[in-house]
């Protein structure tokens, strides 16, 4: 599986950003989806997660009420839609496909997009 992140930007606080993990091959309902994000100077975060046929997202606390996941298995996309940001969201986002680990660290995924810059102005 190949994932390609795509949308970030530079948006100033209280906006929002959408965006979007497009993965190759025939296989992408069988992953669970997640999105992790790393700050400068920070470790590579957990922020959201997504089961294999949708429904219910999980959140780290710092997230939730402002961030929703959701996927399109038709599309073999995952979205991210990023409502109310604050500067603290500014980083690197990325898309991980996690096939079997009931774990969601960044060590138990088995396939990563190449990140995209998301940029919020206070």
């Known amino acids: 599986v190949q994932l390609q992140a795509s949308g970030g930007g530079l948006v100033q606080a209280g906006g929002s950003l959408r965006l979007s993990c497009a993965a190759s091959?025939?296989?992408?309902?069988?992953?669970?989806m997640g999105w992790f994000r790393q700050a400068p100077g920070k470790e590579r975060e957990f922020v959201a997660r997504?089961?294999?046929?949708?429904?219910?997202?999980y959140y780290v606390d710092s997230v939730k009420g402002r961030f929703t996941i959701s996927r399109d298995n038709a599309k073999n996309t995952v979205y991210l839609q990023m409502n109310s940001l604050k500067p603290e969201d500014t980083a690197i986002y990325y898309c991980?496909?996690?096939?079997?680990?009931?774990?969601?660290?960044?060590?138990?995924?088995?396939?990563w997009g190449k990140g995209t810059q998301v940029t919020v102005s206070s």
């Open positions: 997504i089961n294999w046929t949708g429904g219910r997202g």
């Open positions: 991980a496909a996690n096939w079997l680990s009931s774990r969601w660290s960044t060590g138990d995924m088995d396939y």
């Open positions: 091959g025939r296989t992408f309902s069988s992953y669970r």
